[in-house]
């Protein structure tokens, strides 16, 4: 069974930094795409970065800011997020998967990032 836990995230203030933590389950990250998404208030979900097999990407929107990487000894993927603006606040969510949340095999439990002074 896939699951990913994460943690991480909280309340920080503009230009501020988080990061966040995605654990994996009875499978190992490297075997599958990881993905980051988020939901803002009243906004659709969101896909902001993928961990694949080819390398770590991310949405135009914070290209720049935020880094994903993988840690294969721990099984883990991180999000780095620098450079926050309040517009990221928002629910951000690991996945089993990436970018299209149809497609989404497992989804973490979700963490709030609040950006505010």
């Known amino acids: 069974q896939l699951q990913v836990v994460q943690s991480g995230g909280g309340l920080v203030q503009p230009g501020g930094s988080l990061r966040l933590s995605c654990a994996a389950s009875?499978?190992?990250?490297?075997?599958?795409?990881i993905g980051w998404f988020r939901q803002a208030p009243g906004k659709e979900r969101e896909g902001v970065a993928c961990?694949?097999?080819?390398?770590?990407l991310t949405a135009d929107s914070v290209k720049g800011r935020f880094t994903i990487s993988r840690d294969n000894v721990n099984n883990t993927v991180y999000l780095q997020m620098n450079n926050l603006k309040p517009e990221d606040t928002a629910v951000y969510y690991c996945?089993?998967?990436?970018?299209?949340?149809?497609?989404?095999?497992?989804w973490g439990q979700g963490t709030q990032v609040t950006v505010s002074s």
């Open positions: 009875g499978f190992f990250v490297g075997d599958f795409a």
């Open positions: 996945a089993v998967e990436c970018w299209i949340a149809t497609l989404v095999d497992a």
């Open positions: 961990m694949s097999s080819s390398g770590g």
